[in-house]
């Protein structure tokens, strides 16, 4: 009945000893948006606020199936995830743009979550964790945090990722645009030893590579009372596969 992400509010957002004093990002106003679009006593998406962990910046990709099937790709910077709805997800193929509408930043913790938020919630629908990893600044800037910075304001994001499915430099490449709210951006893949000509790795891989599920299995365990606690807590836990 209690939801867990009622009782994790907040219960993070202190520093703890042994943490570089910088990390702490505690109230981080760039959640605000993700914030006031979801209601956590009915979501168990994380509502966010854990502090930043200084190793390499991760990045997710979810494949996520809201209204329209898409790709969220995820990238830490800066406290938090940014995020890009990826409609086709990506390509190894540089020649390849696809095309990526830049969402509200998403918390860090949301890079375990693997369920299905209820309909009628903002983003209602089954997630996957596609792919996982951590990232590297692929630019030429002598100080890689100051690059992948500058890259971002810049619009011209050059990343090389290292996660399970997908490796290898790409670059977020922002357009002009006259519509209002965030920007389109571009996903490209460089071409480098990880790039594949005429390959389709988004429907090469149709299960999570946290639990190995397909969505349809996602989505069932969603559905059925038992599996609905660990669905509960499945941001917590993903890295065991759950029988019960
Ligand atoms: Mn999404």
């Known amino acids: 009945m ?15 000893s042994g943490k570089p004093a910088e990390t702490a990002r505690a109230p981080q106003p760039e959640l605000a948006e993700y914030r006031r679009k979801r209601d956590f006593t009915r979501t168990a998406e994380p509502e966010g606020g854990a502090t930043h962990s200084a190793h390499k910046p991760a990045f997710v990709i979810q494949k996520h199936a809201a209204s329209r099937m898409h790709y969220d790709l995820r990238l830490e910077h800066d406290g938090v995830m940014k ?21 509200e930043d998403h918390p860090i913790e949301y890079n375990t979550f693997e369920g299905t938020i209820p309909q009628g919630e903002y983003g209602g ?33 050059k990343f090389v990722l290292n996660g399970k499915r997908l490796k290898g430099s790409w670059a977020l490449v922002r357009m002009r645009g006259d519509r209002p709210g965030k920007p389109q951006w571009l996903l490209i893949k460089h071409n480098d030893e990880y790039a594949a000509r005429g390959s389709d790795v988004a429907a090469d891989h149709q299960t999570s ?14 559905r059925s009372p038992a599996a609905k606690n660990a669905d ?13």
């Open 209 to 222: 590579v946290a639990t190995g599920r397909t969505m349809e299995e996602i989505a069932t365990a969603a």
């Open 125 to 157: 629908g089954t997630v996957m964790l596609w792919d996982r990893g951590t990232y590297s600044y692929g630019g030429t800037s002598p100080d890689p945090v100051e690059g992948l910075r500058r890259g971002y304001e810049k619009g011209d994001f």
């Open 2 to 16: 209690s939801k867990k992400a009622t009782t994790r509010k907040k219960s993070s957002t202190g520093t703890r």
């Open 232 to 244: 509960d807590s499945a941001y917590g836990r993903l890295t065991a596969r759950r029988t019960r």
């Open 83 to 103: 995020s890009w709805a990826v409609p086709k997800g990506p390509s190894l193929d540089p020649s390849v743009k696809r095309l990526a509408m830049e969402v």
